[in-house]
Nanobody, 125 residues
Framework: QVHLVESGGGLVQAGDSLRLSCVIS????????VAWFRQAPGKERQFVSV????????WYDDSVKGRFTSSRDSTGTTVDLQMTELKAEDTAIYYC??????????????????WGQGTKVTTSS
């Protein structure tokens, strides 16, 4: 089993920065990708970013490209999401998710087996 715990959410103003962390524990040997998704009230869960754990390469949704950066630490037990230039539309619950063996169709939430409980980010305009 794999466990994910997010932290770092909060209330910020538009233009501010915030850093989210996802701590990964348990049987992590086969974890190949760790992603961030978000869900705003009344909306579907949306892909934000994914990190390929073997080399640290990351991919992003167009809505956050250039503003958000996701990275893993050297031990592969933490994946961060550095968010800058936050906007009101970034308000959502942010979830960390992990999957094994590949990151094909990385923006498809149904392909992720493990999920954290979420951390809330609210950006006031």
């Amino acid at each position: 089993q794999v466990h994910l715990v997010e932290s770092g959410g909060g209330l910020v103003q538009a233009g501010d920065s915030l850093r989210l962390s996802c701590v990964i524990s348990g049987r992590t040997d086969n974890i190949f990708g760790v992603a961030w998704f978000r869900q705003a009230p009344g909306k579907e869960r949306q892909f934000v970013s994914v990190v390929r754990m073997n080399d640290g390469l990351a991919w992003y949704d167009d809505s956050v490209k250039g503003r958000f950066t996701s990275s893993r630490d050297s031990t592969g037990t933490t994946v961060d999401l550095q968010m800058t230039e936050l906007k009101a539309e970034d308000t959502a619950i942010y979830y960390c998710a992990a999957r094994e063996f590949s990151i094909n169709y990385y923006n498809d939430a149904s392909r992720y087996k493990y999920w954290g409980q979420g951390t809330k980010v609210t950006t006031s305009s």
